[in-house]
């Protein structure tokens, strides 16, 4: 065969690849790949049969274009027919294409298992194996079906060479790790576990993962593999480095199947066998007992195996936790790791200790190495071992040790790396609560944090501090001292503004004796942080302010000031405004009992897990902080004072609004404290006189889409929307109307605390006044209500009034507020005259404030009765036959308000020159507005804006209007 | 403006690196690199924003050309300059290729220190530049006071473009009307769309600092003249297939600087006081009335599901007098070819296997012949059922007239101070017709 003079070089595929690498641009390596694949086509084409090599050799190039990034969509069946071929090198070549390339073609699929069968089934190893590699690799549900059940039978039978044992097992473990339901467990398994004893390490070191794997879902049924893995893990540590040979790692016997059998036995609890028990700590202390021995190379590989083996004992020994002199033993093992020149060893050393100090044997010999660790915090130059210094000093801190570690922490905080800082923070926090000995000392500590790092001081450290000291009187004082000279400090950080303010709110009283912090001098330091804070700190300070007129009758002046000026009152912000305007209003009207009782000292927190603890546990994730409580629940710290609890980590996290009376988060919570009479008093202050009571007070968007079909009619429905349907009926007499307004409630259930009222904004309150009837509060669901408004026109007027509505609905509070159409035609009476009169008063009104006039373009086809409906809809006489223009629409009427009355004469000219016919007539319209001439006319400009709104309502045509005033 | 210039080889090394201000860090250079030329994604837009950078890329053969900056600069702006840069190269030593940019690179900072200031582009002028910035290393002796304060007056002066007293025993004028084409049609004929961009491109050699005006059938000059009386070029110079057409209408157009752009917004006339040597004196643009130098017929017939049958005839549609030069239709194939046989009329056609497509490359063509090719591809089955997007065919070619149908009615001379007149100057006037995207649907 000429194939085998040829070697298994493949010279041809050297080129290619040798070709590729040359290519000086993607261009070129593009049209080279295009050209050797139209070259494969042509010889795939199938006409001739292609000998093993060159099919070999073909498919191992497609395989590399497919790898530079190429698509590939022919030669699988080439590839398959390799997997059929004798030669080792084709076959290997044909799995490693399907393991590369496959993907789930069922026709394709049917060869490939087929042939994976064949060689599965056949006596050949090398056969076997690549068979299992195959698999394995591909991994796929198809895969896990087909063979799942064949695979164990290999692994298990008798007669199988020791390699395919090693791979059936490794491929066993690939599939359960990807489709486990497909891997049937059975009677095989008690046999796997019997592999544990093979002769060969190699088969040992695959079962012993594949065990591990298998034991985790069910340990029982696996329980046997304990004590074998004890004596093999026994046989291992104490056979001297020779007898392994082959396994044997830089002088380190076996040390990967040494470090799966600790894993195995990690899965499990100590055994009870005492012998058994008796053998395992015999194998941990020789582990630790070789770690004091000299090295007996130089080579890192040795001292990695070495450590490696030693870390996973160190981790049983703290698993099972039952073994005073191990855990101690491991302890100063770590310790020593501590110094070592190795920075990942002293990073394993860091985080195993971690879990060291939590047990409660080895817990005090953690201690003993606070020195150490630091140190290491200070001088470690990798950041992720000083984050686990960090980790063991928060694990390792307990009562005794707290100041001093506190101190370390603050101080390393300052120059701590920005990824790490809000952690810490959170730990200082934690640990400066939970072992505070004395309160002063907490809270110093905790404004020494907010001094320091402010910005990484989250919302929930400082509720905490806050919720403390509200609870612990003997501390309350002290903190309110400390937090008036830390707002002493000319910058100081936000954060630390709102712990003054809240307690300096709260208990500031305490400290108004010294002359030093007299009330006006407390005020005045928060004062002057206000404008440099953001909303929600300025909202707090409102509060405080308001607190401050409660402790500090003889401040209330200042601070009403304050609050009247304009930055508080009209202050952009809604919050801060309704805060001001609802505190100023509340100081000047309630007594000092009233203020006393709604201004009281807040109630003590409900004890519950502390919010930061929850924050730090999503930070970290789950499982990643070790849990203090956990390790040692019978060491309740700070007595019954502490929300610690055995349950606290399974608590699910709250809501950090829910921690602090949620400030700033609602508007209506912070202006009603909770007391039910302050609060009943308080409606009365604000409904008093509710109408006006907020000019400045945005309504939301005003709805006005009906509005303009409002112009020229007087019934039908306003507003609509899913839950309310507002209807209109409205008659208009000379200057005086009135309007029935009709509320449907259009859904089932009751609206409550329904309120209504017509809004005219500045002038529009001179010009109109409008009286309305009070309705119900409640509307029942599907029923209507009516309320009477009574209009009178004063003067002439611009603007509409706005009627707003407000009610609960479904504990939701709704606000809507829509435009009523009260429009200064309403008051047109209509007056008939004559042709010559009419044009006699049209020529007299010439000066350019007496008319206004507009072109625009028909929006709709123009229809002559719709326009004459309209025209009269708008309040004027129509006079006909009036205009010597048969075509044109002639008006006149009189406006009635209280103190004028207004003559207005309209014109409307439809364009005579229009296309006929076209859609786009062109409309001219003129409108006359006479005013009788002895009338001064000072809101000349307001009446011809009306007019130049009117048109365009009327007739929905864009247009032309004169209106001339008299 | 522009903060940075970087040129890179294909393998994305940095060539040439010149940054300009200081927002631009030396990281910008790896940015890119990383970026846009190593992406994993071929990039195809040409501006890339990169942390708040902006890299404004052109590539030449393989070299990539790139401007940074910070700010929020005219990208038409820096991409005029970019195409300059390159021109001046060009000019300067030939390809630009990474051979010459490392043989050349002294010359090339000292460009960039010229053109760029700050980041704002300078004289760019290729002639003005080549008084002061030479390739023969340091002269010997040091130029002369009058030939520096020359120099300055003219790169300072408001005719920077040209010196004074320029002299030539022949004063003679090379006038070329460079067209591509780009059309996209349907299999039926139809046409989806087109366009000519065009370029005019002289090469002078006169004295003194003559005044030029230029005329052509610009439809809006020869309305106006044809509402004023009769004009005096009707009927003359008949080139191109084009018969009845005597005006064209330009859809929009730029000049060199030295044209008076005043003169042309009101009168429309392109009057100028040319550079001395080559240079581009106008761009422009049509859509209308194109003459289509060529019709492609496509048949392409699929015989089950491993046979395809393409049969593809062009049409000449000039003068026949006329003759086309380097034709080359190019047919693509679809990607699963594993055999393909042509027959062809004229020409030579071959399947071009790198390429994915059947080139028939004919070298010369008359006006109003016709020829055909037909080809027999073979296609190997394959596993995805995808079709075939049926790419277009796509053509190239050279014809010698002007497929927008642009005439030069007159380019007058004048130079008031020296004694030649305009019938002196030997003019030559030649039209090149050049396909740029022409493409059928098949």
């Known amino acids: ?966 | 403006m522009i903060g940075g210039l970087f040129i890179y080889n294909h393998k994305g090394e940095v060539l040439i690196s010149r940054v300009y201000r200081d927002d631009i860090g030396r990281n910008a250079v790896d940015a890119f690199r990383v970026n846009v030329i190593h992406a994993r994604q071929q990039v195809r837009s040409p501006v890339t924003n990169i942390a708040r950078t902006s890299f404004f890329h052109v590539k030449r053969s393989n070299i990539w050309l790139a401007a940074v900056t910070k700010q929020n600069v005219n990208a038409a702006m820096v991409f005029e300059f970019l195409y300059k840069m390159c021109d001046v190269m060009t000019a300067y030593f030939g390809k630009i290729s990474e051979e010459n940019i490392k043989n050349n690179f002294v010359l090339i900072y000292e460009l960039l220190d010229e053109i760029l200031d700050f980041g704002y582009p300078q004289n760019s002028e290729t002639g003005a530049l080549k008084t002061f910035i030479t390739q023969q290393g340091i002269k010997s002796q040091p130029q002369t006071k009058e030939e520096q304060s020359q120099i300055t007056s003219q790169v300072t002066g408001q005719i920077g473009w040209r010196r004074e007293g320029i002299k030539y025993r022949r004063n003679e004028l090379f006038l070329d009307v460079l067209e591509s084409v780009n059309l996209l049609m349907s299999p039926q004929g139809q046409v989806l769309s087109a366009h000519v961009s065009g370029r005019v491109v002289m090469k002078s050699y006169l004295s003194g600092m003559p005044e030029c005006k230029f005329g052509m059938n610009d439809k809006i000059v020869i309305d106006k003249q044809g509402k004023g009386g009769a004009t005096d070029d009707s009927g003359k110079s008949e080139l191109g297939g084009s018969s009845g057409k005597q005006s064209i209408a330009i859809d929009d157009c730029t000049f060199h600087q030295c044209v008076r752009l005043s003169k042309f917004d009101s009168e429309r006339s392109i009057s100028f006081i040319p550079p001395d040597g080559e240079y581009e004196l106008m761009r422009y643009r049509t859509t209308k009335d194109i003459i289509l130098p060529f019709r492609v017929i496509p048949l392409v017939r699929e015989v089950g599901r491993t046979k395809l049958e393409v049969k593809v005839v062009i049409k000449s549609n000039f003068k026949p007098s006329l003759l086309a030069q380097k034709i080359e239709v190019r047919i693509p194939t679809p990607l699963n070819t594993s055999g393909v046989q042509v027959i062809c009329m004229k020409g030579k056609a071959k399947y071009k296997a790198s390429e994915n497509a059947i080139v028939w490359k004919i070298k010369r063509m008359a006006g109003m012949k016709e020829s055909q090719i037909s080809a027999e591809i073979e296609l190997l089955p394959t596993n995805d059922k995808k079709k075939w997007a049926r790419p277009p065919i796509s053509m190239n070619f050279e014809v010698p007239f002007a497929p927008s149908g642009l005439k030069v009615r007159y380019l007058k001379v004048f130079e008031p101070k020296l004694n030649y007149s305009d019938h002196d100057v030997i003019k030559w006037v030649r039209y090149i017709g050049r396909s740029g995207i022409y493409e059928t649907r098949c």
């Not at chain 1, 206004?852 to 002559?864: E, N, R, Y």
Request: charged share 20%; hydrophobic share 40%.
């Open chain 1, 1 to 966: 065969m000429p194939a085998v003079s040829k070697g298994d070089g493949m010279r041809g595929l050297a080129v290619f690849i040798s070709d590729i690498r040359n290519c000086k641009s993607k261009e070129a390596e593009i049209k080279r790949i295009n050209k050797e694949l139209a070259n494969i086509r042509s010889k795939f084409k199938g006409d001739k049969a292609l000998d093993g090599y060159s099919k070999k050799k073909y498919v191992c190039k497609l395989l590399f274009i497919f790898l530079l990034g190429h698509d590939i969509d022919f030669g699988h069946m080439e590839a398959v027919n390799l997997l059929s071929s004798n030669k080792y090198t084709e076959k290997q070549i044909g799995y490693l294409f399907i393991s590369v390339l496959v993907n789930s073609n069922s026709d394709l699929i049917r060869l490939i298992n087929n042939a994976i069968k064949n060689d599965l089934s056949s006596r050949n190893p090398t056969f076997m194996n690549l068979a299992l590699h195959c698999i394995a690799n591909v991994g796929s549900r198809e895969m896990a079906e087909a063979f799942a059940a064949d695979i164990p039978r290999i692994l298990v039978a008798g007669d199988t060479m020791d390699s395919v044992k090693q791979s059936a097992a490794l491929c066993l473990l690939r599939l359960n790790r990807t489709s486990p339901d497909l891997v049937p467990m059975g009677e095989w398994t008690s046999r796997v576990v019997h592999l544990l004893n093979d002769q060969h390490l190699g088969v040992v070191t695959a079962a012993t993962s594949l065990i591990t794997t298998l034991a985790q879902k069910n340990p029982e049924e696996f329980k046997t593999s304990v004590s074998l893995a004890v004596a093999r893990l026994s046989r291992i540590v104490t056979s001297a480095s020779t007898d392994l040979q082959d396994y044997t790692y830089y002088f380190v016997p076996a040390p990967w199947l040494s470090v799966k059998l600790l894993r195995l036995l990690q899965c499990y609890p100590p055994p009870e066998d005492a012998a058994i028990r008796g053998r395992l700590s015999e194998c941990l202390e020789t582990i630790l007992n070789k770690a004091q021995e000299p090295p007996k190379s130089k080579k890192v590989q040795h001292s990695n195996a070495k450590n490696a083996v030693l870390f996973e004992a160190i981790s049983l020994i703290i698993h099972h936790d039952s073994e005073p002199t191990l855990l101690v033993r491991a302890c100063n093992q770590l310790g020593q790791f501590l110094q070592h020149r190795e920075t990942n060893l002293r990073y394993l050393a860091l985080e195993s200790m971690c879990t060291l100090a939590s047990s409660e044997f080895s817990h005090e010999a953690v201690k003993t190495h606070i020195e150490t660790v630091i140190n290491a915090l200070k001088t470690e130059r990798d950041v992720s071992v000083r984050q686990r210094a960090v980790d063991l000093l928060y694990a390792m801190c307990d009562r005794s040790n707290v100041q001093q570690i506190v101190a370390e922490m603050l101080n390393y905080l300052e120059t701590a790396d920005y990824s790490i800082r809000e952690e810490i923070v959170l730990k200082v926090a934690i640990l400066a609560e939970k072992y505070a000995v004395d309160y002063t000392w907490y809270v110093d500590t905790i404004l020494n944090l907010i001094r320091i790092a402010g910005d990484y001081v989250s919302e929930e450290v400082w509720y905490r501090v806050i919720q403390i000291v509200i609870n612990r009187d003997d501390v309350q004082g002290y903190a309110a001292k400390t937090v008036f000279e830390a707002l002493q400090a000319p910058a100081c950080h936000e954060n630390l503004v709102k712990v003054g303010g809240y307690i300096l709110g709260e208990f500031g009283n305490l400290i108004a004796g010294d002359p030093r912090s007299s009330p006006l001098v407390q005020f005045n330091l928060l004062h002057s942080k206000f404008h440099l804070c953001s909303v929600p700190s300025r909202a707090l300070l409102l509060s405080t302010y308001i607190k401050f007129i409660n402790l500090f009758p003889e401040v209330k002046g200042t601070i009403q000031e304050v609050l009247r000026s304009d930055s508080q009152l009209r202050n952009a912000d809604v919050e801060l405004q309704q805060r001001a305007v609802e505190y100023l209003r509340l100081s000047c009207i309630a007594s000092t009992d009233i203020l006393a009782t709604v201004l009281e000292e807040m109630p003590p927190f409900p004890e519950r897990e502390s919010s930061i603890l929850a924050k730090l546990k999503r930070k970290k994730g789950p499982g990643m902080v070790p849990d203090i409580e956990e390790g040692r629940k019978d060491k309740n710290v700070n007595g019954g004072m502490e929300p610690i609890s055995t349950n606290a980590t399974t608590k699910s996290t709250p809501s950090p609004s829910t921690d602090l009376l949620s400030l700033g988060s609602s508007p209506a919570l912070s202006s009603a404290p909770p007391s039910s009479s302050a609060g009943g008093l308080l409606v009365d202050v604000f409904t008093e006189n509710h109408a006006p009571a907020a000019p400045g007070v945005p309504m939301g968007p005003v709805a006005d889409d009906n509005f303009s079909r409002f112009v020229c009619k007087n019934n039908g429905v306003l507003f609509e929307n899913q839950l309310v349907q507002i209807g209109l009926k409205s008659e208009f007499r000379q200057n005086l109307g009135r309007m029935y307004i009709f509320f449907g409630n259009k859904t089932s259930t009751q609206f409550l605390n329904f309120s209504s009222s017509v809004i005219c904004q500045d002038s529009l309150k001179t010009q109109l006044s409008i009286h309305i009837k009070p309705a119900d509060p409640t509307v029942d669901g599907g029923a209507q209500l009516q309320q009477i408004l009574n209009i009178e026109c004063v003067s002439d007027f611009v603007e509409a009034p706005v009627l707003s509505i407000q009610f609960r609905y479904g504990g939701t509070l709704q606000n809507i507020a829509v435009k009523l159409p009260i429009t200064l035609n309403k008051f047109f009476q209509p007056t008939e005259m004559t042709s010559q009169d009419f044009f006699q008063r049209w020529k007299q009104l010439s000066s350019p404030q007496q008319e206004v006039q507009k072109i625009f373009k028909a929006k709709h086809s123009m229809d002559t009765e719709v326009t004459k409906a309209k025209i009269i809809g708008f309040g004027v006489a129509l006079l006909d036959r009036v205009d010597p223009n048969p075509s044109n629409f002639v008006g006149a009427g009189v406006i009635h308000t209280k103190t004028t009355q207004v003559g207005c004469l309209l014109r409307l000219e439809p364009n005579t020159q229009a296309q006929v016919g076209g859609p786009e007539r062109v409309l001219a319209c003129a409108l006359a507005c006479a005013r009788c001439r002895a009338v001064p006319s000072p809101n000349a400009s307001l009446s011809p804006s009306l007019f130049t709104d009117v048109p365009s309502h009327t007739t929905d045509k864009q247009g032309h209007c004169i209106a001339a005033a008299l």
